[in-house]
């Protein structure tokens, strides 16, 4: 088995589709652009038949990106699949994505279908998406709310109809890594051509365990992650890409997987997506929020100062931020308070040192975060400019 995992991006659809989150036509065209630069195997640029607006944003990614595959989602209807398919019609490389529920739930309440009338219709629809191109993904929606047998009969039957992906969506983001990764060892090994198929992963964040989920997923024999940057998606979010792939990066001793993320380009990303969609990241996200590389605490910017790796398991660097932050506040020591001044250009002889950092703690117990201003108006008396 390769290992190597493909990242199947779907910030303009289902992050899309999260409250405050829609974008138009042009700020989608720039969100793919970064997308592309970033590296994403498969982008997925919409739902092509969901209205006019999307049809015309999946036809101008198509049009416009190179380098990864552009993919649209397609219910397992004709007229979606047709709609999917002119949308892609210039696209490089085109993936048509179609998928249909598999839970007893779904089809007994959504879909008002038998289990055999589904599995009549998924095949069905896998061969006539497969007219238009020879990229085409399964999506079994709930599946991880699915009987795993019926599952395993649906999955085999796409692939010989032509499926070169199945997706396996934990849709209302109930599973736990444990139970994901015997699904996918069971997908292994109860569906004869597996082989032939690439197995996808689609987490849902409602318990917190999108990320969680899909590298439990990964290490079961899973080899495309569906993602989003920051995590934006339906109700809670999907899996956030930043974070699926720095845990790929960080800990290759556990997982052992590459991907072709350009991991420089994360910070850019997240902060392109914000700006254009107003929705800000929460402070302490993972890998992307504004304290994920800032330390306040003494004992930790003092470890930090004195060698990085004390306190931080990846560089801000490796994410595209040019430098960590030593935040100044109520709990930053005396190393952290002298090298602010150092980079500050100034140097205070041992006595004014002392009573700069008296005055600089009374201040820190009155202000949430001292900033440089306040710094020099507590120090511009007691200086010697270097
Ligand atoms: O969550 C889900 O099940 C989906 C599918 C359409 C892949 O978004
Ligand atoms: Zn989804």
Redesign the pocket.
């Known amino acids: 088995m390769t290992n190597v995992v493909r990242i199947f991006d ?1 910030t303009l ?2 992050g899309e ?1 999260s409250p405050g989150c829609s974008m138009n036509l042009a700020e989608k065209i720039e969100v793919a652009r970064q997308l592309e630069r970033l590296g994403v195997d498969i982008m997925e640029a919409g739902f092509a038949i969901a209205s006019p607006g999307d049809f015309a944003s999946v036809k101008a990614i198509a049009n416009t990106i190179k380098n990864s595959t552009v993919a649209s ?1 397609a219910r397992a209807l004709p007229k979606d699949i047709d709609a999917a398919a002119e949308a892609l019609k210039n696209a490089k490389y085109p993936r048509i ?1 179609t ?1 249909l ?1 598999t839970s007893d739930i779904h089809m007994q309440y959504k879909l008002k279908k038998t289990p055999e009338e589904v599995l009549e219709t998924a095949c069905e629809m896998v061969k006539y998406a497969k007219r238009f191109c020879s990229d085409i993904e399964f ?1 079994a ?3 991880s709310r699915s009987n795993p047998a019926f599952l395993y009969q649906v999955f085999e039957a796409v692939i010989k109809a032509g499926a070169t992906t199945i ?1 396996v ?4 983001g109930y599973t736990s890594p444990e139970e994901f990764a015997a699904l996918i060892k069971g997908i292994k090994e109860n569906v004869p051509s597996i082989d032939k198929a690439i197995i996808s992963v ?1 987490c ?1 964040n409602d318990l917190g365990l999108a990320v969680a989920n899909s590298l439990a997923a990964i290490k079961a024999g899973a080899r495309q992650v ?1 993602c989003t940057i920051n995590g934006i ?2 109700r809670a979010g ?1 899996a956030a890409l930043e974070e699926v792939v720095m845990n790929l990066n960080t800990r290759r001793d556990l997982y052992g997987i590459d991907c072709g993320i350009q991991t420089k380009e994360i910070y850019k990303s997240s902060k392109l997506l914000s700006s254009i969609t107003g929705v800000r990241v929460q402070p302490n996200k993972a890998i992307v929020g504004e304290n994920a590389f800032a330390h306040e605490s003494g004992i930790h910017q003092h470890g930090m100062l004195a060698n990085k790796e004390t306190y931080e398991i990846m560089t801000p660097e490796s994410i595209g931020l040019t430098e960590n932050k030593l935040v100044l506040g109520k709990h930053s020591g005396r190393h952290a308070f002298e090298d602010k001044l150092k980079s500050m250009g100034y140097d205070l002889d041992e006595a004014a040192l002392i009573t700069a950092f008296e005055d600089f703690k009374v201040l820190a117990d009155k202000k949430k975060d001292v900033t440089d201003r306040d710094i020099e108006a507590l120090i511009c008396r007691k200086v010697v400019q270097i």
Do not use: C, I, K, M
């Open positions: 779907t659809r289902d589709q989602l994505h998928f529920a999506s929606e709930d599946a997706n969506p934990d849709t209302v689609h849902h569906e998606g339906e999907n």
